[in-house]
Each structure stands twice: as structure tokens, then as C-alpha cells.
């Protein structure tokens, strides 16, 4: 598929979106209040279909009382006018070629307190509430299907779009967090509410940024908000049970089977589910790194997994052919008239994969260029379990109690075996080396924390004290062995290396902080808060390598290079004050936190003992903006001292890779980091048009870096040093524009998108002295458009440009900048009799460079389904992954004069057979 396919799509659906804007009919009026003689400034006034009442288009009366609602389409209509503490006043009317434009006049409306009954017609709902901050969608205002999940709900509400993997973003933004009742369900997985709560159980459906804990507590905004959508259940579909079953068969041994069941009685809740496949399917859905927010704390491997560093959760990133068997259990309920309530998830699972993967990189040197070729052949598996409980206590009406623990056990097995051929610039072999890596390793966490909470009569006086311990057990045990060959400058083979070791490990680490946080209005615009606490951090690294004495004796000897045990000790004080001014629309709080931290680390095997003290600064200054309840503007500054790592600080080789030897500073110092944000939000229910604009940017000083020594052999060693005057910086942008265009029920919305993101990465090369500068720069634009009519058809596609510099202030003619596009596209047609045709596509190119090869593909999928039953709870669905055979991992990054090209095996082209069953039994006493 072409770049010119993808704009004439484009130009097709915009041609098809201007057409549907071509609609001349429209209605108006005046409302008034007649005994007052007032207009009714800001009244609801909605169109509705007069065959089922579902919603039509919308809008707000302005200041004197007037409103218009154009591009309407020919019909039997309801128009309903609402405004609080007046009856709503409604009246049936038609539009047709002869009645193009019908004019209400004046609508006298009449307060409620004036009427012997309160509603002057009924049977009408309001879709659209807005409560302060809180946008509320009324279920009962929408169409729904017999067996509809929350999703398909949802994707009527204006502002908010669903992909089909379940991802939602709502007014421009992206949804973090799906509540159940207010409460998170199987620890905050939004595809297990909206994919598998039936949409007849909800009654209405909240969207608004939830604050932090702590900002909720104490009012004072601190500038953590997330996206939320929290779907409140029906009084009388809060009892009983539902679920799922699916099971698929495909070819070459392809298969997917998946199993889920809740029980709900009223306010307890316990929900169960498994999972097992081998063609990717490790979660509900959806991707399991949109779980967790936007992922920043997702460390991504070459071996074909993501770890969560907060979570100890994994999922399948695409590469290699994964084998998973997955399942969880969760429970909630409230007890002692909602004093007590409870939540615990518990989750246990296993990932396999096995893959290959090749590799081109190009090392740009002051002197030379080394390009090396790599092969790469893994078998990898990970186990792990967790359980995790929440209990929150209401002590009186002023002071709360939140208790939180969390335990996880963790085995990562990894068997790697690669070959890596370097060569010159000229093309002659430099180096040979064939590596294999067998490694197994447990883990062992656990967390536990109390958050007490204290209100006082004075208003906006608070106290709370949070308490936090954890554990962390980690051990090893792997063989590395590897031949290097080394090659002259003809190409003749020199010298050769062997390594054969045995590698054990044993790092703990054990910590307690406490933090007391203390808020006192100064006046009724302005208040601060205190807060100190305290850290003890123990942690030991116990690093061992063995060689043998002879070829087939035991590991007995000691690689004392290659091995360190040491013990660190860490005591901290901080302490902070914060001052937040609230006047009108603004709000402003700034501050800092001062932490005085002791650092002593006793080296077990040389007798070294090192002390160090620091001082960390941690400024902050806040400031928003609130144009109008959908609408602010945000600016933000955060500074922090960044110490140095375990890892970095280290005094000990690391060979895994014998070509690339790292080494640790144990002389290192604190970097300081600069975070500068903005960002304005705005959103417009009655058009359903968003704008959201951000930006951030950030530079380090006293940057910790690499300073590496490449030989003539190809051989490299890194080691950490601190950057002295010299600063890193990096910044990114966006902005993204979306509304619907046409009418508001047949209306197709568009959306407008760019982003550019840049930074620099500064490495010492061969010496301090010498420096290496890469600056890694991309552009990236897209327009989408999609839409969704219930039971009919639902489309999306998108596409853009992008273009990316990678700039390396060394051997600057082999710079790697490229262009690229990229394409995606989803549609769903809905038959008679229940059949859908289902498809979809992900288009990527990128272009050649001076070192590295074009890359193009299309991956194109699609499905055929039918539903059974009148509640079509039985679903048979074909499935043909990859049509045309061409899905290949890809992945092209720089980072410090080194730029390398990934290309890895994946899920290949299968025909698969589901059939998926929903049951559910859901009302007053079903559970009886």
C-alpha cells in the first residue's frame, strides 16, 4: 500500500465529511422567563428523534435568551428545553422541504415552584449534565444493542473516541484511569470494566481529572491530575452475575482461550479470569502497557519483554513468538456502614517467547567508523505472581486510615545466543564474537504503607502522615562463554579470545520513609504546607564471576575484576514548605523541598570505605489558569537533585557483552534536572471540539554520561562520569485539535495532530577531551477522521509524515536522517441477520540513510462475525492476521554516535476460528 493510497482515502472521506456538512435545516426560539422577563442565559435545549427519543444535536441559549441549531436532516423530531429550577417544556415538530427552518419563538419557561406538578412533559432525558469540573453522561439518553459492553456505550458520547484495541481518549486527551462504582477494578485495568460490564447496568457515566491523594485530602491543588472515567451502576443491576468465555482455534498451532466471571451483590464484588494464547493475547485487550499511564515507568528488553518497575507486571512488546497462560482474581466490598472498605487483586501468569532478531550499527568514532552486523537467537520465559490489598479506614467523620500492602515473586529465565561480525569502513573484518548467555533470576518484593488522613474544624487545616516500608530480594545465577576473534588491517585473523564463567548474584535492598505533611490557611485566598520527613535506605551487592582451572573442571576461580560486594547505607532528612495563593480563576502555589542526605558505602572484598553528604533541592512552581469549567491553561516548574545509581556508582566490570565492558564511578556526584511544562486545554460540549496544546522543556546540569574507549580491536570500555560544564537539553511539543464536523448524529469527527520532540546526549569518546554531541530531532504530523453509528458501521483512518534528524558531532557525513509515513485505518460494517465484516491496517515506511535500508510494510487483518440469540450473547468470529504475510518487527534509534537498526521475528499470517459466549444474570435477587 502507497502513500498516494492513504491521501486519496483521506480526500475521499473529507469529500464525504463536507457532504454530510451540507444540511440547510435548523430550528430556533427565544427563552425567556415570563413573569420575570428574563432570558434563560446558558438553557439546554436538544433535538431528539421522535421514533425513540435518542438524541439528535444540542445546544446552549446565549446571553439573551436566543439559540439556533443548524444542520439538521429532514424527520420527526422532539425538541426539549431545560434549565434548573424551571419545567422542562417540550413539543413535537417536523422538518421537511417546505419546513426548512422552524422558528419556536418565545418559550416561556416557569419555575418549577409555581406548577402543582414538576414537569410539564415527561419521558424526555437529558444526555449531558455539566457538574463543576465533572462532564455526566446520562445512559439512559443513548441507543444501546442487547449483550452492548461499556465500550460500545461510550463511543456515542461526544468528545470521546474508542480504538479498537480499547484505548480511550476523552476531550483530547487520553483516559488513564476507568472506575467501577468509584472504586478501581482488578487494580485500575480499564479494558476489564469497559470490555466486560454489560452497558444496560449503567446508569450514568462521570469524566473528570481526578487529583492526587493527597490534593484530594487537602484541596490544595499540586498539579497531578488524570484522566478518569468512573462508570456508576443501575441500584437494581448491582446483583447477580456475568461473564465471558471465548475460545479460538487457528492454524499452524495458533490458539487463544479466555475465561472471566463477576459476581456483584450490591457493594461486593469478585471477579475472576484466565487467559492462555500464543498469539499475543497476554491481557483483556488491551495493550498491557496502556494499563499503567503513559509508561514511563515500563523498562522495555531485547528479549521480548516490558517489565513495570511499579507494578511487577509484563506483557508481550511484539517481538518473538510468545506462549502465555495468565489469570486473576479481585474482591471489593465495603463493611460496617461503608466505615470499612476492602480491595485486593490477586494476578499469576507465565510468558515464553522465543525469537531472532538482527541488528545493524553503525559506531561513530573521532578516527574510524565501525559497522557491525548482529544475529541474535533467544529463549526466554518469565513467571511471576502478585497480590496486592487496599484497606481504607474511617476512623470519625474528620480522619481517615489507608492501609496498603503489596507482595510479588518474580523468575526470569533468558538463553541468548548471538553473533556479531564488526567491520571497517572499508569493509575488512575487524572482529568475530559469538556469545552465549544463560541466566535465571528471583525476584522478591514486598510494600506496605499507612496514609493517615486529619481534618479540623478549622477549614482547610489538615495533617497527614504517610509510613512506607519495602523489601527487595534479588538473586542470580547464569554461564556467559564466548569466542572473539580479532582480525589485522587485511583482514587476517590475529588473536582470539575465550570467556567461560559462572555468575552469581545476591542484591538486597530494605527501606522506611515517613512523611508528615501539615496545611494552615493563612487567609481565604492563601495557604501553605509543611511537610518533613524521613528515609533509611540498607542495600547490599554481592557480584561473583568463577572461571574454571581447566577446560572441564568446576567454576572455582574467583574473577576478581568481574566481582565486588558491598554494602550501602543511606540516611535522609527532608524538609519542605509550599505556599498556594488561590484568587479568582488562578491558582498558584510555590515552594521547595530541601533533603540532606548521608551516603557511606563499606566495599567487603578491598576494605574501602566511602562517605559522602549532598544537599537536594527539589523547587517547584505551579500555576493555573481557569478560563471556564471546560477550559484552563497550565505552567509548570519542577527541579531536582538526580543521584547517581547503584548500577552507576558500582566500581565492577559488567562483560555480558565482551565486546561492550561497562564500569562503574564510584566518585560520582549528583546531577541537577530542570522541568519546564505548559499547556492549555479546551472543550466545547455542544460542537464536541477540543484543543490541547502542550509543551515541555528540560536540561540537566552536571549531566551523569559515558566516557567510552573504543581499541583498534573493536573493543569497548564505558564507564560513568559526571559532564562539568556542559548541559543536556530536551524538549517537546504538541498539539492536537479535534471536533466533530456535520451535525451532531450524523456528523464525522476529524482531528488534526502534531508533535516534535528533541534532545541532546553528550558522551566523552577515547578520553575526556574528546567529546561527542548527538542530536536526535523529530517531526511528526497526522489527520484522522472517524465515526460510529450503532449497529451500523464505524470507520477510522489516519496518516502522516514524519521526519527524523540524528546528528552526531563526530564523523558528521554519517548522520542518519530519515523521513518516513505511517498509515492506520479501522472499519466494521454491521449485515441483516447479524453478520459483520470487520478490518484493519498499520502502514510504515521509513527511508534509506547512508548506513542503513529502507524499510516498508503493510499489515492488513480482517474478520467476518455473526451473532446468535436475541440477546446475541453467542459471537463466531473468522480471523486472518497478516494477510499479506509481511509482519516484521522494526525499530531504528541513536543514542550517542551509535545509531542501530532492529529488525526481530514475530506473528506471521494465520486463520483463526473464535467463539465467544456471554451469560449474565444481573437484578434484585439474582444472586439467590
Same mark, same amino acid.
Do not use: C
Given at each position: ?9 483521506? /480526500? ?5 465529511? =463536507? ?10 426560539? /427565544? ?40 444542520? /439538521? ?60 469540573? =465533572? ?33 480511550? =481518549? ?23 470494566? +469497559? ?63 479466555? /475465561? ?64 502465555? +497462560? ?66 481504607? !479506614? ?80 534479588? +538473586? ?73 582451572? =581447566? ?66 533541592? !527539589? ?178 483512518i489516519s496518516a502522516g509524515p514524519s521526519y527524523t534528524i540524528n546528528q552526531s558531532s563526530l564523523q558528521a557525513m554519517y548522520n542518519s536522517n530519515s523521513g518516513g509515513f505511517n498509515g492506520h485505518y479501522w472499519a466494521g460494517i454491521y449485515f441483516l441477520h447479524n453478520w459483520q465484516l470487520s478490518s484493519d491496517a498499520d502502514y510504515t515506511y521509513t527511508a534509506k540513510t ?34 499479506l504475510n509481511q509482519n516484521q518487527g522494526f525499530n531504528r534509534y541513536a543514542n550517542g554516535g551509535i545509531i542501530t537498526e532492529q529488525r526481530y521475528s514475530t506473528i506471521k499470517r494465520y486463520f483463526m476460528l473464535t467463539v465467544s459466549y456471554d451469560f449474565s444474570k444481573m437484578g434484585i435477587g439474582a444472586t439467590k
Open positions: 500500500m502507497k502513500i498516494t493510497t492513504w491521501l486519496a482515502a483521506l /480526500l475521499v472521506l473529507f469529500s464525504f465529511t =463536507t457532504a454530510y456538512a451540507q444540511n440547510n435545516y435548523a430550528v430556533k426560539g /427565544l427563552a425567556i422567563d415570563t413573569a420575570e422577563k428574563k432570558a434563560l442565559l446558558n438553557s439546554n435545549i436538544m433535538v431528539l428523534n421522535a421514533k425513540d427519543s435518542t438524541l439528535r444535536k444540542f445546544t446552549r441559549a446565549k446571553a439573551d435568551g436566543s439559540f439556533i441549531i443548524n444542520n /439538521l436532516v429532514a424527520g420527526k423530531f422532539i425538541m426539549v428545553l431545560s434549565y434548573p429550577g424551571y419545567a422542562d417544556y417540550s413539543e413535537n415538530f417536523s422538518l421537511d422541504e417546505k419546513n426548512q427552518d422552524h422558528d419556536f419563538g418565545k418559550i416561556g419557561m416557569v419555575l418549577t415552584s409555581r406548577l402543582l406538578k414538576d414537569v410539564i412533559v415527561k419521558g424526555h432525558t437529558t444526555a449531558i449534565k455539566i457538574k463543576g469540573d =465533572t462532564t455526566e453522561f446520562n445512559a439512559k439518553a443513548y441507543v444501546i444493542q442487547p449483550n452492548d459492553k461499556v465500550e460500545d456505550l461510550i463511543k456515542q458520547f461526544p468528545g470521546i473516541q474508542v480504538d479498537k484495541d480499547g484505548k480511550i =481518549t476523552a476531550q483530547g486527551q487520553k483516559v488513564g484511569k476507568v472506575l467501577l462504582d468509584g472504586e478501581e477494578f482488578f487494580g485500575d485495568d480499564p479494558t476489564l470494566v +469497559t470490555k466486560n460490564i454489560r452497558a444496560d447496568m449503567v446508569d450514568k457515566v462521570q469524566l473528570y481529572d481526578k487529583k492526587s491523594d493527597q490534593a484530594t485530602f487537602t484541596g490544595i491543588d499540586d498539579g497531578e491530575k488524570t484522566k478518569t472515567l468512573n462508570i456508576k451502576l443501575k441500584d437494581g443491576k448491582k446483583a447477580g452475575y456475568f461473564g465471558k468465555a471465548i475460545a479460538s482455534e487457528g492454524t499452524d498451532k495458533y490458539y487463544a482461550g479466555q /475465561l472471566m466471571y463477576n459476581k456483584f451483590e450490591n457493594k461486593e464484588k469478585m471477579s475472576f479470569y484466565g487467559i492462555g494464547s500464543n498469539n499475543g493475547t497476554t491481557g483483556l485487550d488491551w495493550d498491557d502497557a496502556q494499563k499503567y499511564g503513559d509508561g514511563s515507568n515500563a523498562q522495555t528488553t531485547d528479549d521480548g519483554f516490558t517489565y513495570f518497575s511499579n507494578n511487577n507486571d509484563l506483557s508481550y512488546n511484539g517481538r518473538g513468538l510468545p506462549k502465555a +497462560t495468565t489469570g486473576g482474581a479481585h474482591y471489593d466490598n465495603k463493611f460496617n456502614k461503608d466505615k470499612l472498605s476492602v480491595n485486593a487483586n490477586y494476578k499469576i501468569g507465565g510468558l515464553s517467547i522465543d525469537g531472532t532478531q538482527s541488528t545493524i550499527t553503525q559506531n561513530n568514532l573521532p578516527d574510524r567508523v565501525i559497522n557491525t552486523n548482529s544475529i541474535q537467537n533467544n529463549h526466554n520465559s518469565v513467571f511471576r505472581e502478585k497480590l496486592d490489598a487496599t484497606f481504607n !479506614f474511617t476512623l470519625d467523620t474528620s480522619a481517615n486510615l489507608k492501609v496498603m500492602v503489596d507482595g510479588a515473586y518474580k523468575n526470569n529465565k533468558t538463553n541468548t545466543n548471538s553473533a556479531d561480525t564488526s567491520r571497517r569502513v572499508d569493509n575488512t573484518l575487524l572482529n568475530l564474537n559469538n556469545t552465549s548467555n544463560i541466566n535465571s533470576v528471583d525476584d522478591h518484593k514486598f510494600d506496605a504503607s499507612a496514609f493517615y488522613t486529619k481534618k479540623f474544624k478549622k477549614k482547610g487545616r489538615t495533617l497527614s502522615a504517610l509510613i512506607n516500608g519495602s523489601s527487595d530480594e534479588n +538473586t542470580s545465577s547464569g554461564f556467559l562463554k564466548s569466542k572473539l576473534n580479532y582480525f589485522d588491517d587485511a583482514g587476517a585473523l590475529s588473536t582470539t579470545e575465550l570467556t567461560d564463567q559462572h555468575k552469581i548474584s545476591a542484591n538486597k535492598t530494605q527501606t522506611l520513609s515517613t512523611n508528615i505533611t501539615y496545611t494552615e490557611p493563612l487567609s481565604k485566598a492563601l495557604a501553605i504546607i509543611f511537610n518533613y520527613g524521613v528515609s533509611i535506605n540498607h542495600s547490599s551487592s554481592d557480584q561473583r564471576a568463577y572461571s574454571r582451572p =581447566t577446560a572441564d573442571g568446576d567454576y572455582t576461580v574467583l574473577v576478581d575484576s568481574l566481582s565486588n560486594y558491598f554494602k550501602l547505607n543511606q540516611f535522609s532528612q527532608q524538609a519542605g514548605a509550599i505556599f498556594n495563593y488561590v484568587k479568582g480563576k488562578s491558582t498558584t502555589n510555590i515552594g521547595t523541598r530541601i533533603a540532606d542526605v548521608s551516603f557511606n558505602q563499606f566495599n567487603l572484598y578491598t576494605g574501602n570505605e566511602l562517605k559522602r553528604q549532598f544537599i537536594n533541592w !527539589f523547587p517547584q512552581i505551579n500555576y493555573t489558569y481557569k478560563i471556564s469549567q471546560q477550559s484552563w491553561f497550565r505552567a509548570n516548574y519542577n527541579g531536582a537533585t538526580q543521584q547517581p545509581t547503584i548500577t552507576q556508582i558500582q566500581p565492577v566490570k559488567d562483560n555480558t557483552n565482551p565486546l561492550f565492558v561497562t564500569l562503574g564511578n564510584p566518585n560520582l556526584t549528583p546531577s541537577f534536572y530542570n522541568h519546564f511544562t505548559t499547556s492549555y486545554n479546551s472543550y466545547k460540549v455542544i460542537s464536541s471540539e477540543s484543543l490541547y496544546i502542550s509543551g515541555d522543556y528540560g536540561f540537566t546540569t552536571n549531566v551523569i554520561v559515558n566516557n567510552t574507549s573504543t581499541d583498534v580491536t573493536g573493543k569497548t570500555i564505558s564507564q560513568y562520569f559526571n559532564l562539568k560544564g556542559k548541559t543536556q537539553h530536551s524538549y517537546r511539543g504538541n498539539v492536537y485539535y479535534d471536533r466533530k464536523v456535520g451535525s451532531f448524529n450524523i456528523g464525522i469527527n476529524g482531528n488534526l495532530s502534531s508533535w516534535t520532540t528533541y534532545n541532546t546526549v553528550t558522551n566523552a569518546v577515547n578520553g575526556v577531551s574528546q567529546l561527542n554531541t548527538t542530536k536526535n530531532n523529530s517531526y511528526n504530523g497526522g489527520l484522522s477522521l472517524s465515526r460510529y453509528v450503532e449497529n451500523k458501521y464505524n470507520f477510522y547512508a548506513a542503513l535500508p529502507q524499510f516498508e510494510r503493510t499489515l492488513l487483518n480482517a474478520s467476518v462475525s455473526k451473532t446468535f440469540f436475541k440477546e446475541k450473547t453467542l459471537k463466531i468470529i473468522g480471523t486472518v492476521n497478516d494477510i
